[in-house]
């Protein structure tokens, strides 16, 4: 349920992308206080983006969840920033994070939504 979809402009055959996937997957499940099987991650490369007018290394992550965002914003951002700049090679100063609180209705998986599922 929780989806974090990062946006970078940093070359994809530079990244390591099944490591970064996990870096930033084990990250989101940490910060965001949910389990990693419920995570959906998603790394976009090659973007044309500027970031403070120039093309040097950024990238711009939204983070979207039912629930667990409110209050925890600065640590997710911490630690997807840390991961940013370990795997992408993106400074903090050059990586923002949205934050999209979203409701049980508006998320489906295996066949339905959310708020018709009991979840453990």
Known sequence: MPLVEVTTNVVGSNI???AALKG?????????????QYFAVIIK??????????????????VASIGHLTDHEADI???LAAEAEKH???PS????????????????????SF?????P
């Open 88 to 90: 992408l090679g993106v």
């Open 77 to 79: 951002t911490a630690k």
């Open 24 to 36: 930033f997957t084990d990250a989101a499940s940490e910060s965001i206080r949910k389990p990693v």
């Open 93 to 112: 100063d050059r990586f923002y994070v949205q934050f999209t609180e979203k409701e049980a209705h508006e998320w489906g998986w295996k066949g339905t």
């Open 45 to 62: 490369p090659d973007a044309a983006l500027l970031f403070a007018g120039t093309d040097a290394p950024a990238a711009y992550a939204n």
């Open 16 to 18: 390591d992308m099944a």
């Open 115 to 119: 708020d018709k599922m009991t979840l």
